[in-house]
């Protein structure tokens, strides 16, 4: 009889065990951090399931705001205000990563939703910050300029407009100043770089702290070059996904950047590229596609290969090869540039997929 209790309470001290809540147990550092991978609706969901968590979401230093969570636009700003005014204003905010993608159900996005959530961040020294937009969004041209005033940000990515152009979409101009003292990464789409007193768009040069830049389907204005000025860029990628057409307009992009390691570009090369950083550049990824209606392209890839003088790392795509191979003669050029490469890697890719990020 004794040993059929001690089993029975062994047993029962056993189901304790594998029914003890462990989540609970981990500190709130762990369980925030663990928080913050999952969007502010999940995660205020996952919050209610506890009373030990109930609480936890305002103290996110991680916020995620993604359209898709919500029903309507509508839903999307009740939500965004009864977070942000439940929030605990003590806790600092490292990230916000706010995305809007066109869909017949949430209907047009209205601008307070994005302002208030923009000021928000900037006022509580928000360090990373991401903003994806498919549609033309009026609402940031009030936001922008705290965007590029505030002194905490390490990382911005301004994604906006559809990742193939349309013909209504709109291109922001760009600052010609900013104060942004902490930035080192910075990614851009659908800006407009605009010409300074010397004719020359050289919108980087006050970004002392720059490491990463990516320039995503990005213009000109007044000018047909753009300086690149950074003492401490390392890594550079341009995106093109402009189709090409005889009335193209391809640019220069001067390289004052003597700390480049790393350049890649994807789709149309539109860029030709000359300046003292082009001897810095070790590794290089091109993932260039076919372009039916102009010679220059070839042209350009073919004047990388020449300028770019110490690569030790190259890495192209299939595509990337036959737009090469339509420079005439090619086999018979010598590229001398190539004498340092240590490393060479082709992608067959079956489709429009991106070499470079």
């Known amino acids: 009889?004794?040993?059929?209790?001690?089993?029975?309470l062994m047993n029962s001290e056993t189901?304790?065990?594998?029914?003890?809540?462990?989540?609970?147990?981990?500190?709130?550092?762990?369980?925030?951090?663990?928080?913050?991978?999952?969007?502010?609706?999940?995660?205020?969901?996952?919050?209610?399931?506890?009373?030990?968590w109930k609480d936890l979401w305002k103290r996110l230093p991680t916020l995620i705001f993604h359209s898709q969570d919500f029903l309507s636009s509508q839903s999307s700003y009740v939500f965004q205000y009864r977070?942000?005014?439940?929030r605990d204003d003590s806790t600092a905010l490292q990230d916000l990563d706010l995305k809007y993608i066109d869909s017949e159900s949430m209907g047009p996005i209205q601008p307070q939703v994005i302002v208030r959530m923009v000021y928000y961040a900037v006022s509580h020294n928000v360090q990373r910050l991401g903003i994806y937009s498919e549609s033309s969004f009026f609402g940031l041209l009030a936001v922008l300029p705290c965007i590029f005033t505030c002194h905490t940000?390490?990382?911005?990515?301004?994604?906006?407009?559809p990742d193939v152009p349309r013909n209504d979409t709109v291109s922001y101009l760009f600052p010609e100043s900013m104060n942004l003292p902490a930035l080192t990464t910075l990614?851009?789409?659908?800006?407009?770089?605009?010409?300074s007193s010397n004719g020359r768009a050289d919108p980087f040069s006050g970004l002392n702290r720059l490491?990463?830049?990516?320039?995503?389907?990005?213009?000109?204005?007044?000018?047909?070059?753009?300086?690149?000025?950074s003492m401490t860029l390392v890594s550079?990628?341009?995106?093109?996904?402009?189709?090409?057409?005889?009335?193209?307009?391809?640019?220069?992009?001067?390289?004052?950047?003597?700390?480049?390691?790393?350049?890649a570009c994807t789709e149309c090369p539109s860029h030709y590229l000359y300046g003292?950083?082009?001897?810095?550049?070790?590794?290089?990824?091109?993932?260039?596609?076919?372009?039916?209606?102009?010679?220059?392209?070839?042209?350009?890839?073919?004047?990388?290969?020449?300028?770019?003088?110490?690569?030790?790392?190259?890495?192209?795509?299939?595509?990337?090869?036959?737009?090469?191979?339509?420079?005439?003669?090619?086999?018979?050029?010598?590229?001398?540039?190539?004498?340092?490469?240590?490393?060479?890697?082709?992608?067959?890719?079956?489709?429009?997929?991106?070499?470079?990020?």
């Open 211 to 229: 490491k990463s830049l990516i320039i995503d389907q990005c213009n000109l204005k007044d000018t047909r070059i753009l300086c690149i000025t």
């Open 236 to 263: 550079l990628t341009l995106h093109n996904h402009r189709p090409c057409s005889p009335r193209h307009n391809y640019y220069k992009a001067e390289l004052c950047t003597p700390c480049l390691h790393r350049f």
């Open 15 to 52: 189901e304790n065990e594998e029914n003890k809540d462990r989540l609970s147990d981990l500190p709130d550092s762990i369980l925030l951090h663990i928080l913050s991978f999952m969007n502010a609706v999940l995660a205020v969901r996952t919050c209610i399931l506890s009373t030990r």
């Open 1 to 8: 009889m004794s040993n059929s209790m001690d089993e029975i």
């Open 153 to 161: 940000l390490t990382s911005l990515k301004l994604i906006l407009g």
């Open 83 to 86: 977070f942000l005014t439940g």
């Open 276 to 357: 003292s950083g082009l001897s810095s550049v070790k590794e290089v990824n091109i993932g260039a596609d076919l372009c039916m209606y102009n010679s220059e392209p070839p042209r350009i890839l073919l004047s990388w290969l020449r300028d770019l003088l110490n690569i030790t790392s190259l890495t192209v795509t299939k595509r990337t090869l036959q737009v090469l191979f339509l420079v005439p003669d090619l086999l018979k050029i010598k590229l001398p540039s190539l004498a340092n490469l240590k490393r060479l890697k082709v992608v067959m890719m079956k489709n429009r997929e991106r070499a470079a990020s």
């Open 187 to 195: 990614h851009l789409r659908n800006f407009t770089f605009g010409s």
